[in-house]
C-alpha cells in the first residue's frame, strides 16, 4: 500500500498506537474505484492491463510478485513460436523492443550472431522481460500496479463480480478494490471458485471428439495406449532456472539440496542435453526447461492449484530443490562446472523464479469449450474450422508434459509424422467468458478442455486473449454492457487496428503491406492461403484468384454447364476433358467454376477464356472490368495495367461495397 506524503509523516511523527491503528483502518477500509481490475500480472494481465489502459480505463494490477509478465520474467523466456506469424499486437511491440535492446546492448553476443530467434527478439533474459514490460506500463498512466497483493474474495451483486479484496503477502493489510469489470488473469485461475464461476481441474475422458483425452501413453511417432479415463490429474509443473555459461573460471557450485536423488536426472551428455541445445539466450544464459529427467516433477503438484497459500509454498520449496538438485547434478556427476545459476537474475529470491511454470490449473466453463478438434485439421481441409469470433491465433503443437513419472499424459503432434494433424489455429471470444458471472473476464484459465487448453497456454497467445480481454472490458465500461454482450466484430476491428492477427500466416504480420485487408478476406473465408500455411502476398494475382475473390465478397452465384466448357474448348467424344500440363479452364482446375461464371455474365468472350491460363497474372485493366461486370456495369476508377500482387488484390478486395 502506498500512503500519501501527509499520511506517511503522521505514521512516523505517531506515538499513538491507537490513532495509528484508526489511521491504516481508514486508509484500508475504504474501496479503491477504478474501471477494470487485473488480478494476475501475468502475459494475459500484462495484455490485458496495457490493453485497457491504451482505452483511457482506470486499471488496477495486482500481482504477487514484484515483477511484471508473468513466466515471460520468471524464466520462460525462449518463446513458443513456429514462425513470426504467431507474434502480433502487444506481444509484437515487446518482440520489438526485445529485439532493439538486445541489437543496441548485445550485438556480438553469441546467441545474436547465430539463433535467428535471438536475433528477431524472441529470447530475452527475465529481468528485461520484466523491464520492458514495467517501461511500457510507465507510458500508460491510468495503470497502477499494487505489488506483493493477492485477492482473497470476490465481491459481488447478484450475478455481477464488482470487486476483489485483497491482502499483502505478508497477510496483514487488506485492501478493497470495485470497479465494472475485473479480469482473471492468474495461472491457476483463483477468481473463478471465489466468483462461482464453472470450471473444470483435470482430464476428460477419451471420445470421438477427441481421441487423446484423458489417461494416455504416447510414443514419439503418435502411436497411443492407455485406457481413456478421464481423472483430476495435472501436467508436470517446473521452476525455469535461469542458468548461466560462466566458462572456465567456473560457477558458484550448487549444494546438494534436501531429498536430493540423482536418479531423477537423465546422465545426458552435454552435447545431446535439450537446453543447452535449444534453450541459448542472449549474455550466455539458457532456459532450463527440462523434462522429466531434468527439471519437470510429475505429481508433487496435484494440491497446488486447490492448495492453501501455505500448500502452494510447501509445493514450491519441493520444485525449488528439484531445479536445484538437477544443476548440482550436472556440475557433479555431468562435470558441467561451468553452468550455475544467472546471478543476476532474481536477486532477491536466491536467484530463482517467484513463480512455478504452472502449466495448467483451473479451467473455466464458458461460453465456447475450445477441444482438440479446435487445433487440428478438418478431413480434406488444410486447416481446424474457422472461427468468426477469431481474437487471437497461434501456430503450436498440442504439447502436454506427463502426469507422471512414467510419461503417462505426455501428448506431443511431432511435426512431419504419420499422425500429425496440427494446424495454426485461432481462439475465440467466448473462451474468456463466464457461462453465468458477469463482469468477469478469464484470459488466461481460458475454456477449453485438458487437451484443447494445451495451444491455448503458450505465452503469445495468452498476451494476445489478454490484449482482447482489455479491450472488451473497455467496450463493456463505456457502453455499459456485460462483457458476453461485446459485440465480437467491433472488438476484432479494435484489435486489428491495434495489429492483433485474428487469421494466421507464416509470412503475414503487422508490417506485411495491406496486412489489414488480408486479415479481413482470410476471416470473410474468401481465401485461406497455402497448404503451407503462407499467403504469399507478393505474389503475383492469377486469373483464378481474382475470379475467386470477386465471387465471394460480392456475392455471386455459379453460372456455369460443364456442356459450355466442351463447346468452347472443342472437346471431342472419347477425348478425356482432363488434361495434364495445360494452360487453359479444365473442369479439375479450382477456379474453373469462377471463371465460367464470370464468363456466363459477360466478363470475357469464348476466345478469350480458350486462351486463358487460369494460374497467369490478372492484369489491373481486367480486373478492373471484371468487378465492373459483377456489380452489373458499375464504373470503375482508371487504372494503370500491369499486374497486381495478392495482398494488392485482397485491399482491392477488401474495399468493395
Not at 72 to 78: M, R, S, T, V
Not at 165 to 171: H, L
Not at 619 to 634: N, P
Request: glycine share 8%; proline share 6%.
Amino acid at each position: 500500500m502506498e500512503l500519501t506524503p501527509e499520511s506517511a509523516r503522521f505514521v512516523r511523527e505517531s506515538n499513538d498506537v491507537r490513532h495509528l491503528w484508526i489511521l491504516l483502518f481508514t486508509l484500508t477500509a475504504s474501496a479503491q474505484q477504478f474501471d477494470v481490475i487485473v488480478v494476475g500480472a501475468t502475459t494475459a494481465g500484462v495484455g490485458s492491463a496495457i490493453a485497457a489502459g491504451r482505452q483511457g480505463m482506470r486499471v488496477a494490477v495486482i500481482e504477487e510478485t514484484p515483477v511484471l509478465g508473468g513466466l515471460i520474467a520468471n524464466g520462460l523466456c525462449n518463446t513458443d513460436l513456429l514462425s513470426p506469424g504467431g507474434s502480433s499486437g502487444i506481444f509484437e511491440e515487446f518482440r520489438l523492443r526485445s529485439q532493439k535492446y538486445y541489437q543496441t546492448n548485445f550485438a556480438n553476443d553469441p546467441a545474436m550472431k547465430t539463433i535467428p530467434m535471438a536475433q528477431l527478439g524472441f529470447r530475452y533474459e527475465p529481468h528485461v522481460a520484466d523491464k520492458i514490460f514495467k517501461e511500457m506500463f510507465a507510458e500508460i498512466p491510468s495503470i497502477q500496479v499494487f505489488y506483493k497483493r493477492y485477492a482473497t474474495k470476490v465481491l459481488k451483486s447478484g450475478r455481477r463480480v464488482t470487486g476483489v479484496v485483497t491482502r499483502d503477502t505478508n497477510d496483514q493489510i487488506e485492501m478493497t478494490f470495485r470497479a465494472p469489470v475485473t479480469i482473471d488473469a492468474t495461472h491457476e485461475g483463483d477468481l473463478l471458485p471465489l466468483a462461482g464461476a464453472k470450471f473444470r481441474l483435470g482430464r476428460e475422458p477419451r471420445s470421438l471428439e477427441e481421441p487423446h483425452a484423458g489417461q494416455i501413453y504416447m510414443t514419439h511417432d503418435g502411436e497411443i495406449f492407455g485406457s481413456g479415463e478421464g481423472d483430476n490429474k495435472l501436467q508436470a509443473f517446473a521452476l525455469l532456472a535461469t542458468v548461466k555459461d560462466y566458462g572456465a573460471k567456473g560457477a558458484k557450485p550448487v549444494p546438494e539440496p534436501p531429498g536430493y536423488d540423482p536418479k531423477n536426472y537423465a546422465p545426458e551428455p552435454t552435447a545431446d542435453t535439450f537446453w543447452l541445445r535449444g534453450g541459448a539466450l542472449p549474455n550466455h544464459k539458457y532456459e532450463l526447461n527440462e523434462n522429466l529427467d531434468g527439471t519437470d516433477a510429475a505429481e508433487i503438484n496435484y494440491n497446488y492449484v486447490v492448495g492453501s497459500r501455505a500448500e502452494r509454498k510447501r509445493i514450491w520449496e519441493l520444485y525449488k530443490n528439484f531445479t536445484l538438485g538437477y544443476i548440482h547434478f550436472r556440475q557433479t556427476v555431468m562435470g558441467d562446472k561451468n553452468i550455475g545459476l544467472a546471478e543476476d537474475e532474481f536477486t532477491d529470491n536466491g536467484n530463482l523464479p517467484y513463480i512455478l511454470y504452472v502449466r495448467e490449473g483451473r479451467r473455466l466453463e464458458g461460453t465456447y469449450m475450445f477441444n482438440e478438434r479446435d487445433a487440428l485439421k478438418v478431413p480434406t481441409f488444410n486447416r481446424p474450422p474457422l472461427q468468426k469470433e477469431s481474437i487471437a491465433v497461434a501456430d503450436w503443437k498440442i504439447d502436454s508434459h506427463a502426469v507422471s513419472r512414467d510419461t503417462e499424459g505426455y501428448i506431443f503432434f511431432n511435426m512431419g509424422d504419420r499422425f500429425d494433424t496440427s494446424a495454426p489455429y485461432q481462439a475465440p471470444y467466448g473462451v474468456m467468458v463466464p457461462k453465468e458471472v458477469d463482469g468477469l473476464l478469464v484470459p488466461m484459465a481460458v475454456s477449453a478442455t485438458h487437451v484443447g487448453f494445451q495451444v491455448l497456454r503458450l505465452e503469445p497467445i495468452r498476451v494476445a486473449m489478454g490484449q482482447a480481454a482489455g479491450n472488451a472490458a473497455a467496450l463493456c465500461v463505456k457502453q455499459r454492457i456485460e462483457p458476453r454482450n461485446v459485440r465480437v466484430p467491433e472488438l476484432q476491428r479494435m484489435l486489428l487496428d491495434q495489429g492483433q492477427t485474428l487469421y494466421y500466416y507464416k509470412d503475414v504480420i503487422p508490417s506485411t503491406p495491406n496486412y489489414k485487408a488480408i486479415e479481413h478476406i482470410s476471416m470473410a473465408g474468401i481465401d485461406l492461403g497455402y497448404d503451407d500455411f503462407t499467403f504469399r502476398a507478393d505474389q503475383k494475382a492469377s486469373n483464378a484468384d481474382a475470379a475467386k475473390y470477386l465471387f465471394h465478397k460480392l456475392g455471386l452465384k455459379v453460372k456455369m454447364d460443364y456442356s459450355d466448357l466442351w463447346k468452347i474448348m472443342g472437346w471431342k467424344a472419347g477425348r478425356p476433358p482432363v488434361r495434364k500440363n495445360t494452360q487453359h479452364c479444365t473442369p479439375d482446375h479450382w477456379g474453373t467454376y469462377y471463371l465460367m461464371t464470370f464468363f456466363n455474365m459477360g466478363a470475357f468472350t469464348a476466345d478469350e477464356l480458350r486462351a486463358m491460363d487460369p494460374d497467369a497474372p490478372i492484369s489491373r485493366v481486367s480486373l478492373a472490368k471484371w468487378t465492373s461486370v459483377a456489380q452489373g456495369g458499375k464504373a470503375q476508377p482508371p487504372v494503370a495495367d500491369g499486374p497486381i500482387t495478392r495482398g494488392e488484390l485482397a485491399a482491392w478486395t477488401d474495399g468493395l461495397k
